[in-house]
Antibody, heavy 116, light 107 residues
Framework: QVQVVESGGGVVQPGKSLRLSCVASGFSFDGTAMHWVRQAPGKGLEWVAAVSYDGSSKYYGDSVKGRFTISRDNSKNTLFLEMNSLTTADTAVYYC?????????WGQGTVVAVSS | EIVLTQSPGTLSVSPGDRATLSCRASQTINTFYLAWYQQKPGQAPRLLIYGASSRATGIPDRFSGSGSGTDFTLTISRLEPEDVAVYYCQRYGSSLTFGGGTKVEIK
């Protein structure tokens, strides 16, 4: 069965960095694009970033472009999100998701809280 | 950039009644790429509908999707108490676009 499990969240000060990880299982990880989506407290879903199946193409939302970097290690079925220059606006639950035109599998999310 | 606008923001429906949720796109969307998700408090989003009208695995048949072009609809034919949630429409592509959500509550 498809499973994605995020980790790496926590409390971090403004201006600092954090690296999120997502381990996937139950599907051909190296055959599909992967996404990060976040949800600020009490708000809707915001797409953050995506990476192609082989890591050659990367896409970012405007609010994180230049600060966040998405990457993947297909040998370890793992997706990453490197987050730099964090601000309070980045406080959210971060979801790792395998989303295609016909499927949608999301992890339970990892909480990132940016606070001084 | 495509913008998805959902309405209403909140929908109050009596148990057993029909709930109709709207998602309007700022430009034409291929129906193949339009999906609906359900999110209950404290949970991750769950895929309900893909391809605008196909139910995902395990989704009860009281949930149905329709529409094309710029106007899409999610219908819950007979609302159950467990359907209380926020519902999002989503456009799939190299990026993902989400509507602002419709909160469904029991009247």
């Amino acid at each position: 069965q498809v499973q994605v499990v995020e980790s790496g969240g926590g409390v971090v000060q403004p201006g600092k960095s954090l690296r999120l990880s997502c381990v996937a299982s139950g599907f051909s990880f190296d055959g599909t694009a992967m996404h990060w989506v976040r949800q600020a407290p009490g708000k809707g879903l915001e797409w953050v970033a995506a990476v192609s199946y082989d890591g050659s193409s990367k896409y970012y939302g405007d609010s994180v472009k230049g600060r966040f970097t998405i990457s993947r290690d297909n040998s370890k079925n793992t997706l990453f999100l490197e987050m730099n220059s964090l601000t309070t606006a980045d406080t959210a639950v971060y979801y790792c998701a395998r989303v295609t035109a016909t499927t949608g599998y999301w992890g339970q999310g990892t909480v990132v809280a940016v606070s001084s | 950039e495509i913008v998805l606008t959902q309405s209403p923001g909140t929908l109050s429906v009596s148990p057993g009644d029909r709930a109709t949720l709207s998602c309007r796109a700022s430009q034409t969307i291929n129906t193949f790429y339009l999906a609906w998700y359900q999110q209950k408090p404290g949970q991750a989003p769950r895929l309900l509908i893909y391809g605008a009208s196909s139910r995902a695995t395990g989704i009860p048949d009281r949930f149905s999707g329709s529409g094309s072009g710029t106007d899409f609809t999610l219908t819950i034919s007979r609302l159950e108490p467990e359907d209380v949630a926020v519902y999002y429409c989503q456009r799939y592509g190299s990026s993902l676009t989400f509507g602002g959500g419709t909160k469904v509550e029991i009247k």
